[in-house]
């Protein structure tokens, strides 16, 4: 019986390490792709709603035909002289876990449930903002990145007129393909809508 054991869990470590070194080489880094995308992982650094870094490295990740969509939305911007930033990309399952655990429970609406795992750690769902091409500053919106408010929201009618449209533009920029749908809860987040993906935990080390 002991053998017998040993030999399965053989068996299914081999598969796991398989599986993980698959999932690894399909997610493609953004800025190979389009190097005037702009990364502002904010989950590396301590402008986070954590107040800490959770991430090793400011790099964002994202399967291959997401990033595409990606791009496609970023050139379309860029005639209308804006660019995309991107907030946050491909998470790791363990920080998705991380959050669960310090939010709150009544602000458990905002993070992903680590039962399931999020779009974000199947490497197809994508956090983004504007930059204004002429100046190079970030555009400002209804609320901040991660903000955990209703001023959050795709239908809030609060903030400014101009922080509306930009919030607005950013949509239509993402959506324009049909390819991405808003998160209706916060204005920087957009699924992929084709994501038959894998929920991964590669750290970003072994990227
Ligand atoms: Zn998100």
């Known amino acids: 019986m002991e053998k017998n054991a040993a030999v399965a869990i053989v068996a299914i470590c081999c598969v796991a390490a398989i599986a993980v070194f698959a999932q690894s080489n399909s997610l493609v ?30 790099r964002a990740f994202l399967q291959q035909p997401v990033a595409d969509a990606v791009v496609s939305a970023h050139r ?6 804006y660019g995309l930033i991107i907030y946050d990309a ?15 429970p009544e602000k458990r609406s905002y993070v992903a449930d680590p039962a399931t795992g999020s779009r974000h750690n199947r490497g197809c ?3 983004v903002g504007l930059y204004d091409l002429a100046t190079g500053k970030e555009i400002a919106m209804p609320s901040p990145y991660d903000e955990l408010t209703e001023r959050a929201s795709i239908h809030y009618r609060g903030g400014t007129a101009v922080q ?20 209706a ?23």
């Not at 190979?32 to 590396?44: E, H, K, M, S, V």
């Not at 449209?165 to 393909?177: F, K, Q, S, V, Y």
């Open 29 to 58: 880094e953004v800025v190979q792709l389009d190097p005037t995308i702009r990364i502002d992982l904010r989950y590396a650094t301590d402008r986070n709603f954590m107040g800490k870094p959770v991430y090793s490295d400011a």
């Open 76 to 81: 379309w911007l860029k005639k209308q002289g």
């Open 125 to 127: 769902a994508v956090d």
């Open 164 to 183: 509306r449209a930009h919030r607005d533009l950013l949509r239509r920029a993402m959506e324009r393909e049909g390819k991405f749908r808003v998160f």
């Open 90 to 104: 491909y998470r790791p399952w363990s920080v998705t876990k991380l959050f669960w655990d310090i939010v709150p």
């Open 185 to 207: 809860g916060e204005w920087w987040h957009y699924n992929f809508r084709n994501c038959n993906y894998p929920v991964l935990d590669i750290p970003f080390s072994s990227l």
